[in-house]
């Protein structure tokens, strides 16, 4: 059996970067080239120590996201959503979920932010069978949060101003210190 994790490695994309801040072009070929994308974008999420990650993260215009995240449960789920539709339960059925959230293209940042805490996405899979992912606690989050970036909004950008200021501030003190990467 070969045990060696499949993908390339690539680099993630930093706020401010074009392509995180437009919306992503949906997917309309099912092949090997976007089996090989998302064997990248799991390689490249795992490398990060990331829970989800979406395709322009690594450069890639298209509508596509992978997760491997638990739910609220804490059993973890892990797959891969192209061209996803988020649902959210009506606004007098839906719990606000406030935790803390990150980003991998944000590095070093967090931020409290509410957010539903259950959330659904409908799309396909990488073959282009349909696929739904109910998701509860983290999951769902990640849901919601990967679905943002491939419409070209980070997590930043539901923050309060003052609040996205001071991060985006302390983003950029932080990556330009000695040792930063």
Known sequence: MDVRRRGTVRPIRHVGDPVLH???????????????LVEDMFASMYAAEGVGLAANQIGVNLSVF????????EEFRKGVVVNPVLTLPAVGERRIDT?????????????????????TVHGFDTTGNPVTVEG?????????????????????DRLPGK????LLEDYRRAASSPGAS
């Open 99 to 119: 935790h803390d959230e990150g980003c991998l293209s944000v590095p070093g940042q967090r931020a409290t932010l509410g957010r539903p805490d259950r959330a």
């Open 66 to 73: 992978v997760y491997d995240c638990p739910d609220q449960n």
């Open 163 to 166: 609040r996205r200021k001071q």
């Open 22 to 36: 437009r919306a992503c072009t949906p997917v309309t070929q099912y092949d090997e080239d976007l089996a090989n």
């Open 136 to 156: 509860t606690g983290l999951l769902a989050r990640c849901l919601q949060h990967e679905t943002d970036h491939l419409e070209g909004r980070l997590y930043i």
